[in-house]
């Protein structure tokens, strides 16, 4: 199993980002598909998760409104939309899959919102 996220960077206050996370190794259209959030010096955070086939998704009260996550099956890619970027929203991001009694993680794509 292999995760691996892009498109992180520096983004000013009140911008956009579209985080991007490429799987392999497993049946990627058969896995609930979750992100999550460390910010330096506090516990990982679970921002959105999102169902094998896209019917249902969940947000982190925090991020509800705001970012938005969504996949592509044929492309084994889910992505975090995330818009109008607050500087609490600065920290690392993860993409995440529990599989058949595992936990994979991606290495982490750093978001920085300046202001």
């Known amino acids: 199993v292999q995760l691996v996220e892009s498109g992180g960077g520096l983004v000013q206050l009140g911008g956009s980002l579209r985080l991007s996370c490429v799987a392999s190794g497993f049946a990627f259209s058969s896995a609930f598909m979750t992100w999550y959030r460390q910010a330096r010096g506090t516990e990982r955070e679970l921002v959105a998760t999102?169902?094998?086939?896209?019917?249902?998704?969940s947000y982190a009260d925090s991020v509800k409104g705001r970012f938005t996550i969504s996949r592509d099956n044929a492309k084994n890619t889910v992505y975090l939309q995330m818009n109008s970027l607050k500087t609490d929203d600065t920290a690392a991001y993860y993409c995440?899959?529990?599989?058949?009694?595992?936990?994979?993680w991606g290495q982490g794509t750093q978001v920085t919102v300046s202001s």
């Open positions: 999102i169902t094998s086939d896209s019917k249902y998704a």
């Open positions: 995440n899959l529990r599989w058949r009694g595992s936990e994979y």
